[in-house]
C-alpha cells in the first residue's frame, strides 16, 4: 500500500511556541491530505481538510489561526500549532487520499505533542 | 445528521471469534472502511467494502448490508495481538470520512 510518512513521532515543547508537523506521501500523489486530533481513548476527530495548491477548510470549532495548514504540493503538507498551550497535547495524525475518490485514507505514523 | 455507531468495548477470548458490529446514517453513502488501532499508533486499513455482501480476508472478514445501514467486522482465531481499537468509518455523498468512535477489543488468554 500507500507509505505516508509524518515527523515528528513526538515532540515535548514550551508552552507558547510553535511546532510544525509534517506530513509526506512518499509514492503517491495526495490531492487531498486529512488532519485528525485524537484525545486519549477517544476516536479521531477531523480539524480539516486541504486540497494541494488551495486553502484548508476546516471543521466547526478549529481555529484556523491557531492551527495553520499547508498544502504546497502533492506530496506535502504540514500543520503548524501556533502559540501552543497544555491543552493542545495531544495526538495529531495526518492522513492521505490519492486521485480516485474511493481510496481509503493511509495515514501517518501520528505525531504526540506535549505542551509543558 | 450523520452518525456511525458501535459498541465502546469488547472482550473475547484468544482462539475464540468476535463479531464487531457498526451501523451508520450517512448523507449518501459510498463505502464502508473498517481500521485497526493500536494504542499511541495511526490507525491501519483492514477493509473497505462497498457492495452488499461477505469480503474475506484472512483471519478477518467484514460484511455489509447497505439496506440495513450495518456492517461487521469479524475476527476469527482471535490472537493476543488483535487486542487493539478497531474503527467504522462511512464514506459519505461528498466522499468524506465519518469516523466511528471505534470499538476496544480485549483478548484475553
Known amino acids: 500500500g500507500a507509505v505516508v510518512s509524518q515527523h515528528p513521532s513526538w515532540v515535548i515543547c514550551k508552552s507558547g511556541t510553535s511546532v510544525k508537523i509534517e506530513c509526506r506521501s512518499l509514492d503517491f500523489q495526495a490531492t487531498t491530505m486529512f488532519w485528525y486530533r485524537q484525545f486519549p481513548k477517544q476516536s479521531l476527530m477531523l480539524m480539516a481538510t486541504s486540497n494541494e495548491g488551495s486553502k484548508a477548510t476546516y471543521e466547526q470549532g478549529v481555529e484556523k489561526d491557531k492551527f495553520l495548514i499547508n498544502h504546497a504540493s502533492l506530496t506535502l503538507s504540514t500543520l503548524t500549532v501556533t502559540s501552543a498551550h497544555p491543552e493542545d497535547s495531544s495526538f495529531y495524525i495526518c492522513?492521505?487520499?490519492?486521485?480516485?475518490?474511493?481510496?481509503?485514507?493511509?495515514f501517518g505514523q501520528g505525531t504526540r505533542l506535549t505542551v509543558v | 445528521g450523520q452518525n456511525i455507531d458501535q459498541p465502546t468495548e469488547m472482550t473475547a477470548t484468544e482462539g475464540a471469534i468476535v463479531q464487531i458490529n457498526c451501523t451508520y446514517q450517512?448523507?449518501?453513502?459510498?463505502?464502508l472502511f473498517w481500521y485497526q488501532q493500536h494504542a499511541g499508533e495511526a490507525p491501519t486499513f483492514l477493509s473497505y467494502n462497498v457492495l452488499d455482501g461477505l469480503e474475506e480476508k484472512g483471519r478477518f472478514s467484514s460484511f455489509l448490508s447497505r439496506s440495513k445501514g450495518y456492517s461487521y467486522l469479524l475476527l476469527k482465531e482471535l490472537q493476543m495481538k488483535d487486542s487493539a481499537s478497531y474503527l467504522c468509518a462511512a464514506l459519505d455523498s461528498n466522499y468524506q470520512l465519518i469516523w466511528g468512535a471505534g470499538t476496544k477489543l480485549i483478548i484475553k488468554p
Open positions: 450517512t448523507s449518501g453513502f459510498n463505502g
Open positions: 492522513s492521505a487520499r490519492g486521485f480516485r475518490e474511493s481510496t481509503e485514507a493511509f
